[in-house]
T-cell receptor, first 115, second 112 residues
Framework: AQKVTQAQTEISVVEKEDVTLDCVYE???????LFWYKQPPSGELVFLIR??????QNEISGRYSWNFQKSTSSFNFTITASQVVDSAVYFC????????????FGGGTRLMVKP | SQTIHQWPATLVQPVGSPLSLECTVE??????LYWYRQAAGRGLQLLFY??????ISSEVPQNLSASRPQDRQFILSSKKLLLSDSGFYLC???????????FGNGTRLTVT
């Protein structure tokens, strides 16, 4: 069965600090997809990134970067120079190719960025 | 472009009352549709998904039901709400394969 673990339930940083959100997954499929979503205080879930299991290249988008390592079954998310607007709950999610786009979510990490 | 609408945004209902939450998608046809629930301070739990009109799969046995009367309409219902039904309900749509899910703004349900 697939499983996603976000061990950090809550992280608090001061603005401009870098912060890494951890995500560890379990799956028996060789083809799967990993996602990160952001949930700001307003509640909606905003899609950030999707990665497939065959693409281990790290990705950078502005202040955001993602480190995918199959050897450790991890898909970590780093925010560089954090800002107050980054305060949100961040969810990591997994879908197996055989399951279409049914996502299994981790428990989420609440990030608080203080000015 | 595709958009997803979900209403109402907030709802306070007494125990034992019925529930109907509605979700519609625009700008796409034959989407996969999903209902998720997020209990306070918890992660997201998949409740129902649908790959087509009239096709509903339930992930968790519970007090709730879902229906898809039209291609882009997904409804979450209950005949009698329980206190444990309180939470944040999110509707989502996805395309083929493993495209990302796109979520509505959610409905915050409080059962009193």
């Amino acid at each position: 069965a697939q499983k996603v673990t976000q061990a950090q339930t809550e992280i608090s940083v001061v603005e401009k600090e870098d912060v890494t959100l951890d995500c560890v997954y379990e799956t028996r499929d060789t083809t799967y997809y990993l996602f990160w979503y952001k949930q700001p205080p307003s509640g909606e879930l905003v899609f950030l990134i999707r990665r497939n299991s065959f693409d281990e290249q790290n990705e950078i988008s502005g202040r955001y970067s993602w480190n995918f390592q199959k050897s450790t079954s991890s898909f970590n998310f780093t925010i560089t120079a954090s800002q107050v607007v980054d305060s949100a709950v961040y969810f990591c999610a997994l879908s197996e190719a055989s399951a279409g786009n049914m996502l299994t979510f981790g428990g989420g990490t609440r990030l608080m960025v203080k000015p | 472009s595709q958009t997803i609408h979900q209403w109402p945004a907030t709802l306070v209902q007494p125990v034992g009352s019925p529930l109907s939450l509605e979700c519609t998608v625009e700008g796409t046809s034959n989407p996969n549709l999903y209902w998720y629930r997020q209990a306070a301070g918890r992660g997201l739990q998949l409740l129902f998904y649908s790959v087509g009109i009239g096709q509903i799969s339930s992930e968790v046995p519970q007090n709730l039901s879902a229906s898809r009367p039209q291609d882009r309409q997904f409804i979450l219902s209950s005949k009698k709400l329980l206190l444990s039904d309180s939470g944040f309900y999110l509707c989502a749509w996805g395309g083929d394969g493993n495209s990302p899910l796109h979520f509505g703004n959610g409905t915050r349900l409080t059962v009193t």
